[in-house]
T-cell receptor
Framework: GAVVSQHPSWVICKSGTSVKIECRSL??????MFWYRQFPKQSLMLMAT?????????EQGVEKDKFLINHASLTLSTLTVTSAHPEDSSFYIC??????????????FGEGSRLTVL | AQSVTQPDIHITVSEGASLELRCNYS??????LFWYVQSPGQGLQLLLK??????LVQGIKGFEAEFKRSQSSFNLRKPSVHWSDAAEYFC???????????FGPGTSLSVIP
């Protein structure tokens, strides 16, 4: 089946630095990707919808200047956590759907990226 | 706005027993409904989905779910649970099959040998 790959799977950074997380669709073209955040033992919270070639659509309460999303190609979306602080520590998950699959298209999820900010 | 509730935060069942995980949704039109499973250290896996048609949906790993419009529910069931089913289960709703998906809070399943 289709695969969505995230990199890195685990990252530790110092407070104040920026971290970039990549999400790639490996064998299909994804016109739309979604970024979620998951706190320990909690559900996935949708952060933003990433559209290829256009600006991302952020959910209410998500700081667009803190979480920069770029969807430069049909197979790659990136999430940059800018000036990271300990409260940004979380599990970030991306998902993507095959743009050619239509209504039957399944949403595939990456395995997530765990960010720890010291 | 769409929303999903899963009344049970944690459920413990014995191996071989039947399982039902509850899910209620709030949405104005006919929603697209999903059940996902998340095992420790692994990504989310789709168990099944409902778009239209037969309200009893069969999924992978022996799971099934029934859509009941009158109750705004989409409960997940399995007749006989295996130890490997221990995981976090999320019910989710979307406006369409390709729109964003909103997740419920999740139900953690423990299986007693």
């Amino acid at each position: 089946g289709a695969v969505v790959s995230q990199h890195p799977s685990w990252v530790i950074c110092k407070s104040g630095t920026s971290v970039k997380i990549e999400c790639r669709s490996l064998d299909f073209q994804a016109t739309t990707m979604f970024w979620y955040r998951q706190f320990p033992k909690q559900s996935l919270m949708l952060m933003a919808t990433s559209n290829e070639g256009s600006k991302a659509t952020y959910e209410q309460g998500v700081e667009k200047d803190k979480f920069l999303i770029n969807h430069a190609s049909l197979t790659l979306s990136t999430l940059t956590v800018t000036s990271a602080h300990p409260e940004d520590s979380s599990f970030y998950i991306c998902s993507a759907r095959d743009g050619l699959a239509g209504e039957a298209g399944e949403l595939f999820f990456g395995e997530g990226s765990r960010l720890t900010v010291l | 706005a769409q929303s999903v509730t899963q009344p049970d935060i944690h459920i413990t069942v014995s191996e071989g027993a039947s399982l039902e995980l509850r899910c209620n949704y709030s949405y104005g039109a006919t929603p697209y409904l999903f059940w996902y499973v998340q095992s420790p250290g692994q990504g989310l896996q789709l168990l099944l989905k409902y778009f239209s048609g037969d309200t009893l949906v069969q999924g992978i790993k022996g799971f099934e779910a029934e859509f009941k419009r009158s109750q705004s529910s989409f409960n997940l069931r399995k007749p006989s649970v295996h130890w490997s089913d221990a995981a976090e289960y999320f019910c989710a709703v979307g406006k369409t099959s390709y729109d964003k998906v909103i997740f419920g809070p999740g139900t953690s399943l423990s299986v007693i040998p």
